[in-house]
T-cell receptor, first 116, second 116 residues
Framework: AQTVTQSQPEMSVQEAETVTLSCTYD???????LFWYKQPPSRQMILVIR??????QNATENRFSVNFQKAAKSFSLKISDSQLGDAAMYFC?????????????FGKGTLLTVNP | DAGITQSPRHKVTETGTPVTLRCHQT?????MYWYRQDPGHGLRLIHY???????DKGEVSDGYSVSRSKTEDFLLTLESATSSQTSVYFC???????????????FGEGSWLTVV
C-alpha cells in the first residue's frame, strides 16, 4: 500500500520569507501523481500544485514550487515570499495514475504559521 | 466551484444512535469518496464508490456503511455512533483520468459530527 509521510507537524515562517515543507512517499508504481493541498481554517480543501511522476520538470504555480526527487521518493513544497494568507494546514497526497479507483492517499499534514 | 453538497453540515448526536451523512453531486462524476479528518491523522479514506451500487472499503471502514443508489448521492451511515467517530467528514468526487485532468478531485465543505 502507498504511504505518504510529512515529518514536520508544524512550521513557521516570517512574512515575505521562503519556507519548504517536506513530504516523502512509498510506492512500487512508476507512474503516479503527487499533490499539495492547502486547508485554511475554513476547512476548504484547495489544490495548490500537482506533479506528474513521468515529468522530470518540477511544477511551479506562482509563488509555489516543488522539488520532486523520484528516486528518493521525495516531494517538497517551497513557498516563496510568504504571505499571511498562506497560513494553513498543508497536505501532501498521492494518487495512482491508473486503477485503484483514483483514490488519494494523504499525509498527516503540516500546519504552517506565517508571522507578520 | 464543483457542485458538491454535504448534509448536514453540523450534527451533535448521542452514543448509540444511527447517523447518516449525505453527499450530493451535480457533476455526474463516477467516483465518490468519504474521508474523515482527525488531528494528527490527516484525511483517511472510509469508503468509496466507483459507480451506482458499486462500493468498497477504505482504510478506516469499521463502524461505517455506505450506499449509492443514484449517481448523484453517496450516503455514509454510522449504524451506532461512538465517541471515536467524532470527526470532520469530507465527501469528494472524481472522474476517470481518461475523461478529465488528474487534479479534478473536488471536495465538499465538510460535515462536523460530534458524538456525545
Amino acid at each position: 500500500a502507498q504511504t505518504v509521510t510529512q515529518s514536520q507537524p508544524e512550521m513557521s515562517v516570517q512574512e515575505a520569507e521562503t519556507v519548504t515543507l517536506s513530504c516523502t512517499y512509498d510506492t512500487s508504481e512508476s507512474d503516479y501523481y503527487l499533490f499539495w493541498y492547502k486547508q485554511p481554517p475554513s476547512r476548504q480543501m484547495i489544490l495548490v500544485i500537482r506533479q506528474e511522476a513521468y515529468k522530470q520538470q518540477n511544477a511551479t504555480e506562482n509563488r509555489f514550487s516543488v522539488n520532486f526527487q523520484k528516486a528518493a521518493k521525495s516531494f517538497s513544497l517551497k513557498i516563496s515570499d510568504s504571505q499571511l494568507g498562506d497560513a494553513a494546514m498543508y497536505f501532501c497526497a498521492y494518487r495512482k495514475l491508473r486503477g485503484s479507483n483514483y483514490k488519494l492517499t494523504f499525509g498527516k499534514g503540516t500546519l504552517l504559521t506565517v508571522n507578520p | 466551484d464543483a457542485g458538491i453538497t454535504q448534509s448536514p453540515r453540523h450534527k451533535v448526536t448521542e452514543t448509540g444512535t444511527p447517523v447518516t451523512l449525505r453527499c450530493h453531486q451535480t457533476e455526474n462524476h463516477r467516483y465518490m469518496y468519504w474521508y474523515r479528518q482527525d488531528p494528527g491523522h490527516g484525511l483517511r479514506l472510509i469508503h468509496y464508490s466507483y459507480g451506482v451500487k458499486d462500493t468498497d472499503k477504505g482504510e478506516v471502514s469499521d463502524g461505517y456503511s455506505v450506499s449509492r443508489s443514484k449517481t448523484e448521492d453517496f450516503l455514509l451511515t454510522l449504524e451506532s455512533a461512538t465517541s471515536s467517530q467524532t470527526s470532520v467528514y469530507f465527501c469528494a468526487i472524481s472522474d476517470s483520468v481518461v475523461r478529465s485532468p488528474p487534479d479534478t478531485i473536488y471536495f465538499g465543505e465538510g460535515s462536523w459530527l460530534t458524538v456525545v
